[in-house]
């Protein structure tokens, strides 16, 4: 077996160029479309609560962004219809300016990083940094940015993580796990999300969900459609459920977990893309009453992106494909992140608001948004170097601003196609 060296591999990722010149990573047309993208969302709903399915199209409805965040299906098809480097990683899959935020590591210690991997699949590098870039073109448009300071943030997104990627292409690969982005702390929008993520404590959380039950405990606190109470058999079927969880848990995590008793189980709406799947919270009690656990058990189902691209793996549990993603790319995970299946359905496990806070749009107006911009790339670099080969990246990249200035541009024509295809979604609803 041959090992390949450094230069071999910087090579072969310059080779790729001739695969995709780096100035043709601009090209799109939907003219490329297979398949119109209302009718891919209308199959991605296939299977889910049919009840919550149009809660999702509302929410889709409000905004060109909003309309983004949950049409992953769209743009997987979209990236899939063009040539691409063929540079794998693990793909976070959503990567948008929502989809990064603080919450607790295993040691508990806070952090920020990339926090949402439904879709996670091994694919090119560069098709996480495209959704990244469409989506600050999209969300600073509705931060109230002009359209030339959006452009300059998906700009300064790519660029940050060209220059990270170069970094860590010579850094030794036991350093590169415990690589730290620095900018973290200097970047004004992350300071109100890790505001808010140090109070999203499970004593917060208590107080936020629950309620004094009759029998002196505590419940749910119903707020419907959001949060519903979940009884009898169903509820039975959630609990049972986490027997198959706890196998796995690291043996420690398992004993932590069963010092826990639950208490209440409640469906629980979240989010834009996953809006109709199945989404259950427990709640359980540990050492007396000011020591609550909140666990969410959410429904994972196949990747956006595995009808297009191969993985070895892409037959496991797709729970255990979320977690492993996960774990991949990130420098710290949840300590109770796992996996189980209940009446059929697979399912992702992890804390529920632990410590966990995101941004908010209007928080990306100014100069925030390339501040956050260029967080938002150095993340997404790490997460790439983890999981792929820094080398072959940063040979493809190069050192000039060609592919820089292409994602960019590629950013700014997906969210004025993202503008067409939300205004024939409410054309539809009208």
Same mark, same amino acid.
């Given at each position: ?16 160029? &001739? ?18 993208? $209302? ?69 508990? +210690? ?19 940094? &495209? ?64 505001? &808010? ?70 469906? &629980? ?51 255990? +494909? ?56 150095? $993340? ?44 024939? $979604? ?5």
């Amino acid at each position: 077996m041959h090992w390949a060296t450094q230069q071999e591999r910087e090579a072969l990722g310059q080779s790729r160029r &001739k695969q995709l010149k780096r100035r043709d990573q601009a090209n799109f047309s939907a003219k490329n479309r297979l398949t119109p993208a $209302l009718t891919l969302l209308e199959r991605s709903a296939r299977g889910r609560i049919p009840a919550l399915v149009k809660v999702k199209y509302d929410r889709m409805a409000l905004s060109p962004f909003g309309f983004f965040r949950g049409a992953v299906p769209v743009m997987a098809a979209d990236l899939a219809a063009a040539p691409n480097t063929g540079l794998t990683v693990q793909l976070c899959g959503d990567a948008h300016v929502r989809n990064l935020g603080a919450y607790a590591d295993e040691g508990g +210690r806070l952090i920020f990083d990339l926090n949402d991997f439904d879709e996670t699949f091994s694919g090119p590098f560069e098709w996480d940094l &495209k959704r990244m870039a469409a989506s600050l073109v999209l969300a600073g448009r509705e931060a109230g940015n002009k359209a030339g300071a959006c452009m300059a943030a998906a700009q300064a997104s790519v660029a940050s993580y060209a220059e990270q990627m170069r970094a860590f292409a010579p850094v030794p690969v036991l350093e590169l796990t415990r690589a730290e982005v620095m900018r973290v702390g200097h970047v004004e929008p992350v300071h109100a999300a890790l505001h &808010k993520a140090v109070r999203a404590t499970p004593l917060h959380t208590l107080d936020l969900f629950t309620e004094p039950s009759p029998a002196g405990s505590r419940q749910f606190k119903e707020d419907k459609p959001i949060l519903t109470c979940v009884t009898g058999a169903k509820a039975k079927a959630v609990l049972a459920g986490l027997e198959g969880y706890r196998a796995t848990l690291e043996p420690q995590r398992a004993h932590f977990l069963d010092l826990y008793r639950p208490l209440d189980v409640a469906f &629980k709406v979240v989010g834009t893309g996953s809006v109709g799947l199945r989404d259950y919270v427990v709640y359980l009690e540990g050492n007396g009453e000011r020591d609550p656990l909140f666990l969410q058990v959410k429904e994972a189902v196949a990747s956006a992106y595995a009808p297009y691209l191969t993985d070895s793996h892409a037959a496991r549990h797709h729970g255990q +494909r979320v977690m492993e993603g996960q774990r991949l790319v990130q420098r710290g995970s949840d300590a109770f992140l796992g996996y189980t299946t209940i009446a059929g359905h697979e399912y992702l496990v992890r804390q529920l608001c632990d410590h966990k806070g995101s941004i908010e749009i209007e928080d990306l107006c100014g100069d925030g948004l390339v501040e956050y911009a260029r967080l938002a790339g150095e $993340l997404l670099a790490r997460g790439h170097a983890r999981s792929g080969d820094a080398w072959q990246i940063s040979g493809y990249i190069g050192t000039g601003e060609s592919f820089t200035d292409a994602i960019a541009e590629w950013g700014q024509r997906y969210a004025e196609q993202t503008d067409k295809d939300w205004a024939e $979604l409410k054309k539809r609803r009208k």
